[in-house]
């Protein structure tokens, strides 16, 4: 209900709409403009919706100015210190943390739909060995689809729950599929006397004649890196799932065009592009030379990592997983040039004009990366892996875009610049 409103006024016109405004729980009023066209004959234009809210939503709120990010009202620093990532995912589900039955079951159901079907294994081999792993991921989300479609009616809260369960739960199998196929390892089945994160380890990396046993710093280091990246509003990969799904497409679908946008460097994927580029830098005594690219409006180099749309001051997520890396970096005692010039790089950039006039600080991706490397991770997973803990919120997301009565197809206007009406002419006929 609103008890605000702004009048636009068309000055050639003099024609006038008043547009109620809407407060939310928090963060900046939105002024609601669906009858602009119908009164006044015009959209709005805003390039990369960087002015347009296109959703109503429960689950994250950020703002970035202040550097805050809440789950369902509770703060990620607190999630972070104190949440397994599965208990994120049901967070951000369900709308309330669980209680230790609800937890318990949660568990249980995400194991239960572990396995994926034994012929889906069989699209992997239908790629390249060395494809890049989000090409597959994409490739192999959607196809899962072909096995529920007939079988989910996305109008019943019932079978969105379960789907909700199941990409979750197939996510980290094949997820680790993709890197076992370009291994040339064979695929390992999910093994359920092991948590989810230490299942994934496990289906990624375990040898088939040895027991298994994980590395005991990886496994809160990847829980802290899922629940980091569990769900962050309405990012372009998030919204891109929302348009899909919008359609009334098939959920899975709906997540393999959210990784398709991930992928992107300018999103999910500059946390392996951050490697690429501290390689390319190889020593520290070279960083000055990429700070100067990077500044340089006739050259298209940005610092990968650095930036974000919306954190305008410290992303809250970086400040978190910044002192995880330094942390991971000093107990592993790791002397790899690259760590050392990631620090420097990260020193420079923060105390360089460029960079904090246009407050571009190093974000979440920046230390991912690092610590996925610190890892042992291979580059080429960083961004699939970010996939795996994401799908929990596209599909949280998902779920709240059908169940809101206001729910209709995503359908962006445009503003036309192309040619004028004019008549074929035949090939025979044209210059
Ligand atoms: N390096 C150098 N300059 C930069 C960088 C960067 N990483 N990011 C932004 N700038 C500069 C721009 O050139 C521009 O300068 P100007 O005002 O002099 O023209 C100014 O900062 C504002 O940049 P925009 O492009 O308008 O910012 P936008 O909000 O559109 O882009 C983005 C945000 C895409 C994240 C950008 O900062 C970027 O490309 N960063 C590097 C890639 C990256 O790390 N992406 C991960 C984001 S986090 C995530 O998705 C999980």
């Known amino acids: 209900m609103a008890n605000r409103s702004v009048i636009i006024t068309d000055q050639t016109t003099g024609k006038q709409l008043e547009c109620p405004v809407y407060e939310g729980q928090y ?9 602009l066209y119908k009164e006044l004959g015009m959209f709005t234009f805003d390039i990369g919706y960087a002015s347009t809210a296109a959703c109503r939503s429960a689950i994250t709120y950020l703002d970035g100015e202040e550097g805050v990010l809440l789950h369902r009202g509770y703060p990620i620093d607190q999630l972070a210190e104190k949440s397994s990532f599965l208990e994120v995912s049901y967070l951000l589900i369900h709308g309330e943390l669980p209680n230790q039955t609800q937890l318990d079951e949660w568990n249980h159901a995400i194991k239960m739909h572990g396995m994926t079907h034994e012929h889906l294994s069989r699209f992997y081999q239908g790629y390249r060995y060395d494809a890049h792993p989000m090409s597959v991921l994409a490739g192999v989300v959607a196809a899962v689809a072909s096995f529920y479609h007939s079988s989910t009616d996305i109008y019943n809260p019932e079978h969105r729950m379960l789907t909700a369960r199941r990409v979750i ?26 948590d989810y994160i230490e299942n994934f380890m496990y289906m990624m990396f375990s040898w088939p004649t040895e027991p298994y046993v994980a590395n005991p710093v990886a496994l809160p280091a990847l829980n802290l890196l899922f629940i980091l990246h569990a769900d962050h509003e309405q990012s372009a990969s998030t919204s891109t799932v929302r348009l899909a799904g919008s359609a009334e497409s098939n959920p899975f679908a709906a997540v393999s065009a959210g990784v398709a946008t991930l992928w992107g460097k300018a999103h999910g994927g500059a946390n392996e592009a951050v490697i690429d580029m501290l390689t390319e830098i190889g020593d520290a005594k070279n960083i000055h030379k990429f700070i100067a690219r990077a500044k340089d409006k006739d050259d298209n180099f940005r610092l990968m990592g650095f930036g974000h749309r919306v954190y305008k ?3 809250p997520r970086a400040k978190i997983i910044r002192q ?6 000093e107990s592993m005692n790791l002397n790899q040039p690259m760590f050392e010039v990631a620090m420097e790089l990260e020193r420079i950039a923060l105390e360089d004009d460029y960079f904090i006039s246009r407050k571009l600080y190093p974000n979440v991706d920046f230390y991912s990366g690092l610590i996925y490397q610190a890892l042992n991770i291979p580059t080429s997973m960083f961004t699939p892996m970010f996939a795996l803990a994401r799908a929990s919120g596209w599909i949280a997301q998902w779920m709240e875009m059908l169940s809101d009565g206001d729910f209709r197809i995503g359908r962006p206007r445009q503003l036309y610049i192309g040619a004028q009406r004019r ?9």
Do not use: E, T, W
Not at 173 to 186: C, F, M, Q, T
Not at 324 to 329: E, F, I, R, Y
Not at 423 to 431: E, H, K, L, S
């Open 27 to 35: 963060g900046a009023p939105v002024i609601d403009i669906k009858n």
């Open 313 to 315: 001051n410290y992303d």
């Open 423 to 431: 008549d074929y002419v035949p090939v025979a006929q044209r210059g």
């Open 169 to 194: 739960a197939k996510m980290p199998n094949l997820v680790s599929k993709i890197y076992r196929y370009g291994s040339g390892l064979p695929f390992v089945y999910p093994d359920n006397s092991r």
């Open 324 to 329: 995880a890396c330094h942390d991971l970096l």
